[in-house]
């Protein structure tokens, strides 16, 4: 037996909780209610269902993984509720929004599996039901149609592709379907999405237009214009030629009124909107044009018909004729009554009209900006004359008012016995009792001697604030890490500048100067490089203290550095093919500030201004472990070790090690020899060591042997002819051996102009 419907819509909704508190829960909710609201079901069932449906499909906390393959299960309902005859316009909107949703998953799905046919049909059929509905609909499922070919029209034009390595992250558009797709061909898409805008772009030529039909057709454009650059110039230009106002002609309704004002307003906002986005594109002279356009004649249309109209007419009957007569007032004409007896404040000394209500009115609830837009009009069309006379009425009472207190303070103060019973109740009035002709009449009538005392009572002196509490090492730590947490969001906020607009002054550049990304990274790592400097101990300092105080003092080196260091490494190593001028910059900081401590220490022990000290350096330690963090990922045609061991001030056994350590994986024997050739070829102060580690390669790695034995022959032939004469191998043997053998990789002979070619 069924139950109720209030039953199974408590049912429902506590399923919906259910899924707004875990996305998890949503593909078995979807699976079973989709029997309980098709088409079959009664009217609450399927409205419940087909708002439930847009909520899902819409939802930014389910993937796109799961909302794609639940777009293939809900193809079908949805499908049925839209060919039910006379359906309820509530579900129709609903489900057209959902549909909106689903489309690009669909469209997906059809470009990964081109053999589904069912899908693409049922996906096909539901578009094409929308379709007709468009123009004959009610209002508002006309608006959700609009959306929804909105929705067509982005998905059926080119994208742009921003990873051709990674499809399934990359926006859907026609860009992503294959020239000889079986289901959707390219051709046929990009011909319906353009005749799709034309059509939705029709509702700026109609003579009479609707103006909810307008506002939410140019709120669709925005998505279109920013997304796809091939029809953004075609909308912009259509936009631009349609003039809301072209109906204010005509005698205007106070219905008409708003629509063209609310027409007005959505395309200027529009407009407005492009124009910040691109202030130097192609259109943006003609949008500024049309919006000072728009702006004065929505006031020569609008405000003009407020400024003609003229005083409404005497319900009276009363003219100048008849008051001459009857001694009657015309209507219009303020009369300014006398301020009441007692206390005034001064909301009744401005206060001109008698109407309770308007006076007991609190203006302030009001927002600022339809205050002046009330206030502006009604300004601009007072009567010149009334005006005046309330002027001058407001100036008599204050002069009556100013009057009667300075003859209050002239007068017998009152006995203390009349304030007696206010004493809890009393509040300072801080308003003047005199005006500033009065004040000064007083002062000029005082004595000399009094006019030259000093009011030592209430004179003040000098405020200083309290100086801060000092921060703890903790507390200090951790604002540090804050502020260089700060600078790391502006490097990744920040874009790298376009290759037309960097500027290449050479050496006499300075660093930092175009406040860009370039300029946070300089000052990045000279933060971590130069800031502690002077400021660190050696481990020798620390264990000659220790011995002569004979007590064990464990000194806390400064953070600030290590900690912008360590987060300087995350960072590169997080992307490092893309940030590894970071890294030489880093680097190369680093090896110069380790020179200039170690001269300066030389040059204080030479002048005999202290005991011997020793410097602490960083850049051995962090360029092993940038390279430790690097040398994982490489893969054997990667060029980014070639460039790093280019461009890094210092090299060592430690880091040709490193390099080394790469030729125990047989694909990236090549790149092992090829860096170290490199270096030998480019690089003469460390010529000697690199080729100590390819004799290295060619003795203990056998992969190795084939790709170094030429450059050793070239190089370090001496060796060549030792292995041969201990071993008794020949020259023309070895030759005929390796030619039976696998031959030698092509990069192990690279010229120097090779070499420098693979760096850039």
């Known amino acids: 037996m069924a139950l109720p419907i209030p039953e199974q819509l408590n049912q429902l909704n506590a399923a919906r909780q259910l899924v707004l508190g875990d996305s998890a829960f949503y593909p078995q909710i979807v699976q079973g209610i989709l029997p309980i609201v098709g088409a079959t ?337 009604v300004l601009y069309s007072i009567d010149q004359g009334l005006l005046d006379e309330a002027i001058n009425g407001i100036r008599s009472r204050y002069l009556s008012l100013a009057k009667s207190q300075h003859t209050i303070s002239e007068g017998t103060p009152l006995p203390p016995t009349a304030f007696a019973d206010e004493d809890d109740d009393y509040e300072p009035d801080f308003e003047p009792v005199e005006d500033t002709e009065q004040i000064l009449n007083a002062a000029d009538a005082l004595p000399q001697e009094d006019s030259q005392q000093t009011p030592t009572e209430v004179a003040l002196g000098p405020f200083n604030l309290p100086q801060p509490p000092p921060l703890t090492e903790e507390e200090t730590e951790q604002i540090g890490k804050g502020t260089v947490m700060r600078v790391f969001s502006m490097m990744n906020v920040l874009d790298e500048p376009a290759a037309a607009k960097r500027q290449k002054p050479g050496l006499n550049r300075l660093a930092g100067s175009n406040y860009d990304k370039e300029a946070w990274i300089t000052v990045i790592t000279r933060l971590a490089s130069r800031a502690s400097a002077g400021l660190e101990d050696s481990s020798d300092d620390v264990q000659h203290e220790t011995e002569s105080n004979g007590t064990v003092a464990k000194r806390r080196e400064p953070s600030l550095s290590n900690g912008i260091r360590e987060t300087l490494y995350i960072y590169i190593i997080e992307d490092f093919r893309a940030r590894i001028p970071t890294a030489i910059a880093w680097l190369n900081e680093e090896w110069y500030n380790g020179r200039v401590q170690s001269q300066a220490s030389e040059e204080s022990q030479n002048g005999d201004l202290g005991p011997p000290s020793q410097t602490q350096t960083h850049y051995e330690k962090w360029v092993l472990k940038v390279l430790d963090g690097i040398v994982p990922y490489l893969d054997a045609k990667d060029k980014v070790l070639i460039r790093f061991l280019s461009e890094i001030p210092g090299l060592n056994e430690k880091v040709l090690q490193r390099v080394k350590g790469l030729a125990r994986d047989p694909e990236r024997v090549a790149l092992a020899v090829n860096a170290i050739h490199y270096l030998i070829l480019l690089r003469p102060p460390v010529r000697e060591i690199c080729i100590d580690a390819l004799e290295d390669l060619w003795r203990n790695y056998d992969d190795a042997k084939a790709p170094t034995k030429k450059l050793l022959a070239k190089w370090r032939p001496e060796v060549l002819e030792q292995w041969q004469t201990t071993n008794g191998v020949s020259v023309k043997e070895e030759e005929a051996k390796e030619g039976t053998s696998t031959p030698a990789p092509a990069a192990e002979t690279v010229p120097a102009q090779s070499a420098v070619a693979a760096v850039g």
């Open 41 to 377: 079901a009664r009217l609450e069932l399927r409205r419940w269902g087909a708002d439930f449906l847009a909520e899902t499909f819409a939802s930014p906390v389910l993937a796109l993984q799961q909302k794609e393959s639940l777009s293939l299960v809900v193809l079908q309902t949805l499908k049925e509720l839209l060919e039910m005859p006379g359906d309820d316009p509530s579900v129709l909107k609903s489900v057209v929004q959902a549909a909106a949703s689903i489309y690009g998953l669909v469209f997906r799905y059809i470009i990964n599996n081109p053999h589904d046919l069912a899908s693409w049909e049922k996906m096909a059929a539901i578009k094409s039901n929308i379709l007709k509905r468009w123009d004959t609909a009610t209002t508002g499922i006309r608006i959700c149609c609009i959306k929804f070919v909105q929705r067509v029209v982005q998905v059926q034009t080119p994208g742009v592709i921003a990873d051709p390595r990674r499809p399934e992250q990359n926006e859907i558009s026609l860009a992503l379907v294959p020239r000889d797709h079986p289901l959707i061909p390219p051709h046929n898409l990009e011909a319906e999405a353009s005749g799709l805008l034309d059509r939705l772009l029709n509702v700026f030529y109609e003579e009479t237009s609707d103006a909810v039909l307008v506002n939410a057709t140019i709120n669709c454009l925005g998505v279109l214009v920013r997304s796809r650059q091939s029809i953004a110039n075609k909308i912009v230009s259509t936009v631009l030629n349609f003039n809301p106002l072209r109906l204010a002609n005509s005698p205007m309704s106070p219905k008409l009124k708003v629509h063209i004002k609310s027409m007005e307003r959505t395309t200027r906002a529009f407009l407005m909107n492009m124009l910040r986005r691109n202030e130097n594109g192609p259109f943006a002279a003609r949008i500024r044009q049309q919006v000072d356009r728009l702006a004065q004649t929505r006031i020569d249309r609008f405000e003009e018909i407020s400024r003609k109209r003229g005083p409404p007419e005497p319900t009276d009957g009363l003219n100048d004729a008849k008051r001459a007569r009857l001694g009657a007032e015309l209507p219009g004409r303020s009369n300014i009554r006398p301020l009441p007896p007692g206390p005034t404040s001064i909301a009744q000394l401005y206060t001109l009209t008698g109407d309770e209500g308007l006076t007991s009115f609190d203006v302030t609830q009001l927002p600022i900006d339809l205050v002046v837009k009330i206030t502006l009009p």
